[in-house]
C-alpha cells in the first residue's frame, strides 16, 4: 500500500513540475522565505521545479536499502513512507504555487 501511494505522490509531483515548469519562466526561483515574506535564497529554475521529486526518490531508496540491508532498525516503514509522501506532495504543491505567485510579481 505505502508504495502505490509513493508512485501516486510522485506522479502528483512531476504533474505539478511539468504544470510549473510551461508558466514559470524566470531561471531562478526562491526555494524558501522569510519570515517578511521575501525570499531568503534561490535555486536555477530546473533545480527547483524538481527538487522535491527527487528528494522524494532519495528518501524511498534510503527507506529500502535500510528494509533490505538493516531491518532490525527499522520498523513499520509503511506508515512513515505514506506520511511522507502525503506530507511532501503537498509542500511541494505549495512551494510551486508560491513561486509562481512570486514570478508573476517579478
Given amino acids: 500500500m505505502s508504495d502505490i501511494v509513493f ?3 510522485l506522479i ?3 504533474a505539478v513540475s511539468v504544470h510549473f515548469a510551461g508558466s514559470i519562466k524566470a531561471p531562478m526561483l526562491p526555494m524558501q522565505w522569510g519570515l517578511n515574506g521575501k525570499p531568503t535564497w534561490y535555486a536555477p529554475r530546473l533545480l527547483a521545479l524538481w527538487f522535491s521529486f527527487g528528494l522524494a526518490v532519495l528518501v524511498r531508496l534510503l ?3 535500510l528494509q533490505e540491508y ?11 513512507l505514506i506520511l511522507f509522501s502525503v506530507i511532501i506532495t503537498i509542500a511541494h504543491i505549495a512551494h510551486m504555487a ?5 514570478a508573476a510579481r517579478q
Fill in 63 to 65: 527507506i529500502f536499502f
Fill in 70 to 80: 538493516n531491518p532490525d532498525k527499522l520498523s513499520s516503514a509503511s506508515l512513515g
Fill in 12 to 14: 502528483v509531483m512531476a
Fill in 98 to 102: 508560491a513561486a509562481a505567485r512570486w
Fill in 7 to 9: 508512485g501516486i505522490a
